[in-house]
């Protein structure tokens, strides 16, 4: 099984201000991750796959990169909707996995 | 716009058996271009990919649950279900239904219900 590890488990940040999320995959997936948000008591939703490709309707300020085992996701301009849950999911092998997760909180 | 809802009891004896159907509308089931899923979450975690099906009956299951897991599918109902055979509080998650993409180095999941919260205890 492919373990995801993601970093920083949280990350304080500003309106308006950047962020940037990490995930790490133990072994090579290619470019086959996906990037979801989950805010409270909702169901997680797909914002990137192909590690880069917007879902539709995701806007231009989440944007994924990387291939292989380090990938990023970055946030140009956090809105005060992004606070939220992040995670990552390779589909490269089976069985899919998750990462833990990194809560972008509100500094 | 598709959508799919997830039912079934909220709560399961220990050492009883689970089960949960998702009922898909705005879309068929029967789809070549889409696998259907089962995801957990236990509370206060992360993310657990429990299986999938094709509308044809093909599954996946994550070894991890395979001994206990059956999904299966009625087309013509539109729906896919999950059991889960000899719960305990380790299985205590909300269970979301989830629609998945079909094809090899294809399989995101792009549409979820809403979740359900299954609590395994006495």
């Known amino acids: 099984e492919i373990v995801m590890t993601q970093s920083p488990a949280t990350l304080s940040v500003s309106p308006g201000e950047r962020a940037t999320l990490s995930c790490r995959a133990s072994q090579s997936v290619s470019s086959n991750l996906a990037w979801y948000q989950q805010k409270p008591g909702q169901a997680p939703r797909l914002l990137i796959y192909g590690a880069s490709i917007r879902a539709t309707g995701i806007p231009a300020r989440f944007s994924g990169s990387g291939s292989g085992t380090e990938f990023t996701l970055i946030i140009s301009s956090l809105q005060s909707e992004d606070f939220a849950i992040y995670y990552c999911?390779?589909?490269?092998?089976?069985?899919?996995?998750f990462g833990g997760g990194t809560k972008v909180e509100i500094k | 716009q598709l959508q799919l809802q997830e039912s079934g009891p909220g709560l399961v004896k220990p050492s009883e058996t689970l089960s949960l159907t998702c009922t898909v509308s705005g879309g068929s089931i029967s789809s070549i271009t889409y696998y259907w899923g089962w995801i957990r979450q236990p509370p206060g975690k992360g993310l657990e990919y429990i299986g999938s099906i094709y509308y044809r009956g093909n599954t996946y299951y994550n070894p991890s649950l395979e001994s206990r897991v059956t999904i299966s599918v009625d087309t013509s109902k539109n729906q896919f279900s999950l059991k889960l055979t000899s719960v305990t509080a380790a299985d205590t998650a909300v269970y979301y239904c989830?629609?998945?993409?079909?094809?090899?180095?294809?399989?995101?999941?792009?549409?979820w219900g809403q979740g359900t919260l299954v609590t395994v205890s006495s």
């Open positions: 999911q390779q589909y490269n092998n089976w069985p899919l996995t």
């Open positions: 989830a629609r998945q993409k079909s094809g090899s180095y294809r399989n995101w999941f792009d549409s």
